[in-house]
T-cell receptor
Framework: DAGVTQSPTHLIKTRGQHVTLRCSPI?????VSWYQQVLGQGPQFIFQ???????GRGNFPDRFSARQFPNYSSELNVNALLLGDSALYLC?????????????FGQGTRLTVV | RKEVEQDPGPFNVPEGATVAFNCTYS??????FFWYRQDCRKEPKLLMS???SGNEDGRFTAQLNRASQYISLLIRDSKLSDSATYLC????????????????FGKGTKLSVIP
């Protein structure tokens, strides 16, 4: 079975632009979460969606938004990009929306803002 | 105070050594606990869940002390392939019909196993 897939794998954007990152969870998984990992730090929680509803939001500005589609895939959108948004963006899927079930991560999208 | 704090590292150990990682968390309402492993420029992968009773998987042993809000990971007989960054992870989500799943990661401790 395919794991969590993210696209694109690498992306270079200019300050002020917007970006859309995509994630397809493992088949049968209904929960998708997004994380930002800057160099030298652990991943930081951005959003969680379960059954197309937002279940959690981390401490990120409103420039960050996300949604989940009926097929459980998800998009993360970032507007008005800043240099500090340069990071590895990770998507994680799990079967349920509750803690305790394993979260599987995609390979990430490496975003560089210049 | 940071929510999840780990040993700063890095740890450089010879093959065959035993190495211990320590982690503390600040939110006593935390529900579940994990150790993830992350190789350079790769995604994190679950190494093991951590339970109050302690759990062991081969050369790896994890312990949780809820009273002290402390988590540990012990690696015995280190292999070159154990070289990676080890991330202590806590889930602050809650168990209910509308559960949430929000992992909080420590900064990670880098381990280098030397021949």
């Amino acid at each position: 079975d395919a794991g969590v897939t993210q696209s694109p794998t690498h992306l270079i954007k200019t300050r002020g632009q917007h970006v859309t990152l995509r994630c397809s969870p493992i088949s049968g998984h209904k929960s998708v979460s997004w994380y930002q990992q800057v160099l030298g730090q652990g991943p930081q929680f951005i959003f969680q969606y379960y059954e197309k509803e937002e279940r959690g939001r981390g401490n990120f500005p409103d420039r960050f938004s996300a949604r989940q589609f009926p097929n459980y895939s998800s998009e993360l959108n970032v507007n008005a990009l800043l240099l500090g948004d340069s990071a590895l963006y990770l998507c994680a899927s799990s079967w349920g929306g509750q803690g305790g079930t394993e979260a599987f991560f995609g390979q990430g999208t490496r975003l560089t803002v210049v | 105070r940071k929510e999840v704090e780990q040993d700063p590292g890095p740890f450089n150990v010879p093959e065959g050594a035993t190495v211990a990682f320590n982690c503390t968390y600040s939110n006593s309402a935390s529900q579940s606990f994990f150790w993830y492993r992350q190789d350079c420029r790769k995604e994190p992968k679950l190494l093991m869940s951590v339970y109050s009773s302690g759990n062991e998987d081969g050369r790896f042993t994890a312990q949780l002390n809820r009273a002290s809000q402390y988590i540990s990971l012990l690696i015995r007989d280190s292999k070159l392939s154990d070289s990676a960054t080890y991330l202590c992870v806590v889930n602050y989500g809650y168990y209910s019909g509308a559960g949430s799943y929000q992992l909080t990661f420590g900064k990670g401790t880098k381990l280098s196993v030397i021949p």
